[in-house]
Nanobody, 116 residues
Framework: QVQLVESGGGLVQAGGSLRLSCAVA????????MAWYRQGPGNQRELVAS???????YHVDSVKGRFTISRENAKNTVNLQMNVLKPEDTAIYYCKATVSPGGEFWGQGTQVTISS
């Protein structure tokens, strides 16, 4: 059974940094696109950043220059380095992985809170 285990959330002051990690376990099939989503209070879940198996990345405009997504294919791990954090970055952050074959899988979410 495929599981995504997230870590690294927490409470920091505005301007600070956090690093989120997500490890995919329970599969020997290739992990294709990996991504981070977030859902803030009263908001819909939105895509924050994604990375393909070849390392091609996408970052939503609101985090460009502050967040960086990366992955370690040998460990089936995806990371999100978040710098210059703002109160509006407060959200539950979710990891998603696409396994082929297998489908899409989500992590349980990790809370990120930025105080002003």
């Amino acid at each position: 059974q495929v599981q995504l285990v997230e870590s690294g959330g927490g409470l920091v002051q505005a301007g600070g940094s956090l690093r989120l990690s997500c490890a995919v376990a329970g599969t020997t099939f290739p992990v294709n696109t990996m991504a981070w989503y977030r859902q803030g209070p009263g908001n819909q879940r939105e895509l924050v950043a994604s990375i393909s198996s070849l390392g091609n990345t996408y970052h939503v405009d609101s985090v460009k220059g502050r967040f960086t997504i990366s992955r370690e294919n040998a460990k089936n791990t995806v990371n999100l380095q978040m710098n210059v954090l703002k109160p509006e970055d407060t959200a539950i952050y979710y990891c998603k992985a696409t396994v082929s074959p297998g489908g899409e899988f989500w992590g349980q979410g990790t809370q990120v809170t930025i105080s002003s």
